[in-house]
């Protein structure tokens, strides 16, 4: 005997919802992405280690969480930043274990400033200065989207905060060249002395405008306390989704400070 027709309708939809409920249950939503890029010496190519790059969403404000890890696996280094108002100027927190060397920008009561921290010397802090077209560490990515259009014609002038020095530094970013789907870029101090100090080289994709190559200081310190110089090369394939728990595990993931990089 066969259903009346609204029967029939309540009974489909019953049983949509069931496989919709089997589908999530089976495909549970991603709540963050996960990218691992690896950080090579740029005089040998030898692996020093590597950043496992995680994006979500913490509340309202856009998040990316960086792991640094040895090429044991073991975790020695973090970076939390978090886009609260500006893409181009986050807060962000970094934290070396194996010196304790910290860096960041943070905002207390409204008001935003720089901090910096060697080894188990008390933090120091200034008040964030302003710059034009200001940017701030990861920022960088959302300058370059931003100013992708302008990059094509003629090169840009940001500023570029440099924590340890709390100033922001008048940079150039000019495009090489494209060239087998990349767009090549390289920023360089906008000052007379700018001769003397190293470019950092940078390819995007095309398509995506998703890095893929970073070559010059990194964030990342040598025995010294002075910036690596190396080449970190990101994946061609797109981020993966993952679960909450892992970036979860990422933030809780203990520092072991014994990372000889």
């Known amino acids: 005997m066969s259903l009346p027709a609204a029967e029939r309708v309540v009974a489909a939809r019953t049983v949509f919802v069931a496989l919709l409920a089997c589908l999530f249950a089976a495909f549970p939503l991603a709540a963050a992405e996960r990218e691992e890029a690896r950080a090579l010496a740029r005089d040998d190519g030898r692996l020093l280690y590597r950043e496992v790059h995680y994006q979500d969403r913490d509340g309202d404000v856009a998040r990316r969480v960086v792991l640094y890890r040895c090429p044991d696996g073991a975790a020695f280094a973090r970076k939390i930043v978090r886009a609260q108002v500006n893409a181009t100027q986050p807060d962000f927190a970094f934290h070396d274990a194996r010196s304790g060397y910290r860096e960041g920008v943070r905002t207390r009561d409204g008001k935003r400033e720089i901090f910096v921290q060697r080894g188990e010397g008390a933090p120091r802090t200034a008040a964030l200065p302003a710059a034009d077209d200001a940017v701030i560490d990861a920022g960088f990515d959302a300058a370059v989207r931003t100013h992708w259009a302008a990059l094509g014609d003629a090169p840009q002038r940001l500023s570029f905060l440099?924590?340890?020095?709390?100033?922001?530094?008048?940079?150039?970013?000019?495009?090489?060249?494209?060239?087998?789907?990349?767009?090549?870029?390289?920023?360089?101090?906008?000052?007379?002395?700018?001769?003397?100090?190293?470019?950092?080289?940078?390819?995007?994709?095309?398509?995506?405008?998703?890095?893929?190559?970073?070559?010059?200081?990194?964030?990342?310190?040598?025995?010294?306390?002075?910036?690596?110089?190396?080449?970190?090369?990101?994946?061609?394939?797109?981020?993966?989704?993952?679960?909450?728990?892992?970036?979860?595990?990422?933030?809780?993931?203990?520092?072991?400070?014994?990372?000889?990089?």
């Open 162 to 261: 440099l924590p340890e020095r709390f100033a922001f530094m008048p940079v150039r970013v000019a495009k090489v060249g494209d060239a087998d789907g990349m767009r090549q870029l390289r920023m360089s101090v906008d000052r007379w002395f700018g001769f003397a100090v190293p470019p950092i080289e940078l390819r995007y994709g095309l398509d995506d405008k998703r890095l893929r190559e970073f070559a010059g200081p990194g964030t990342v310190r040598d025995a010294r306390g002075k910036p690596r110089d190396v080449r970190i090369v990101f994946p061609a394939q797109a981020p993966r989704a993952v679960a909450a728990s892992e970036v979860a595990a990422a933030l809780e993931d203990p520092l072991s400070g014994r990372c000889s990089t």
